[in-house]
């Protein structure tokens, strides 16, 4: 067998009686293209300038083509159009291959023309999609929701499938690597609201219901919601991260495969866990916002800490102090579900994980919101 020898591709016209030639010599490959198309380029003028002026193109002369393939067919087809009777003196295979081209080249569709866009149409649409998405996330954690709690029924009734040694790890992670930024922020936003409350009060001389309106707002709101929102942006993402990851990696799949429940092996000792973390989180948030708030009325209104705590026990009911507990579990039963099921949608690619993460701390601190704001409303029609 003979190793072709490539030779450089040429093309020149050359006329006979006044019936144009064109001739192509060279390979006419796909490893020429960029000479290729500058000669293509060269020509197309000489070759308009020769119809305009009435000559007509007879022949096209392949024959000192050495190589020929797709994409230099697809440059003489550009180059002479469609006229297969050009390539008449070609051999069977070359004609075969133009016409193919042809074909395929008669056969590309035309660019649709854009339509015109209504904006108010574009806005109901996308307000549509955003309905559509929500009903769709609110069916699917819903169904969750039943598959949890069936899983946890059913795990509560036998004890040897209690994952103790998960829960625990989980609780360490969720709850006491948390205590410090809990504590903090309270006691920050325990001492901000003393402070506003003793400027306004000190206006109408009542000063010393400072001490009740920081124990009020702790005690029923203030500590349990903002341990909820911290925990959503902080354990909801991680629950997202990790079981996403395992999603993408396939390792849930494979936990299927071994006659493993996922929701028994992951989902349900992070549930355990922050049902446990979340109520003791909220109760070092309710001291620390006191505490914060105690500060403040020593410094700025020189109650003492022995008054501050005499008043509290005085006017302080019990009952403040149960339901701002009674929304804790949850709280943290919503926060739960909402960054396993997040941590299962994942698709496998980064950009899905950061998009699934995203909504998981989202949708956690819009229902904890929610949930807070019809508790809220509850009770106080209930006048408790």
């Not at 030639?21 to 293209?33: F, K, N, P, Q, S």
């Not at 500590?223 to 395992?246: D, K, P």
Request: proline share 4%.
């Amino acid at each position: 067998m003979t190793q072709h020898t490539p030779q450089p591709p040429q093309l020149q016209f050359e006329t006979h009686d006044q019936a144009s030639y064109l001739v192509a010599v060279g390979d006419w490959t796909l490893e020429h293209y960029n000479d290729l198309y500058d000669i293509v380029v060269q020509h197309k003028p000489r070759l308009v300038s020769i119809q305009a002026a009435g000559s007509e193109l007879s022949v096209v002369d392949m024959s000192g083509i050495t190589a020929l393939d797709t994409s230099g067919a697809q440059l003489l087809v550009d180059l002479v159009g469609d006229q297969p009777g050009l390539f008449e003196a070609l051999s069977h295979e070359r004609q075969a291959l133009l016409r193919a081209v042809l074909q395929a080249s008669s056969q590309v569709p035309d660019a649709p023309e854009p339509k015109p866009t209504s904006t108010p149409r574009e806005v109901l649409a996308r307000v549509g999609a955003s309905v559509e998405k929500t009903v769709h996330q609110a069916r699917d954690l819903l169904g969750f929701m039943g598959v949890t709690f069936e899983a946890l029924a059913r795990t509560c009734l036998r004890p040897r499938t209690w994952r103790v040694t998960a829960v625990v790890a989980q609780l360490e992670q969720t709850g006491f690597n948390a205590v410090p930024i809990i504590a903090l922020l309270t006691f920050m936003v325990g001492a901000v609201v003393a402070f506003l409350g003793a400027t306004i009060l000190a206006d109408f001389g009542a000063s010393v219901f400072t001490i009740n309106l920081v124990a009020f707002s702790f005690l029923r709101e203030f500590a349990v919601l903002l341990t909820a929102i911290l925990m959503a942006g902080r354990t909801a993402s991680a629950f997202t991260a990790q079981l996403g990851s395992m999603k993408g990696n396939e390792e849930i799949d494979a936990l299927r495969m071994t006659g493993l429940d996922p929701i028994n092996l992951l989902v349900l000792p992070r549930i355990i866990a922050l049902l446990i973390a979340l109520p003791l989180l909220t109760f070092i948030g309710m001291v620390s916002g006191i505490l914060g708030g105690m500060l403040v009325c020593a410094l700025a209104l020189d109650i003492s800490p022995s008054m501050f705590m005499s008043i509290f026990q005085r006017d302080i009911q019990l009952r403040h102090f149960v339901l701002g507990m009674v929304k804790a579990p949850i709280f943290a039963y919503l926060i739960a579900i909402i960054g396993c099921l997040e941590g299962f949608k994942v698709k496998g690619s980064a950009q899905s994980l950061g998009e699934h993460t995203t909504s998981a701390v989202v949708q956690s601190i819009f229902v904890v919101i929610l949930v807070d704001a019809i508790a809220a409303m509850f009770f106080l029609e209930m006048g408790w």
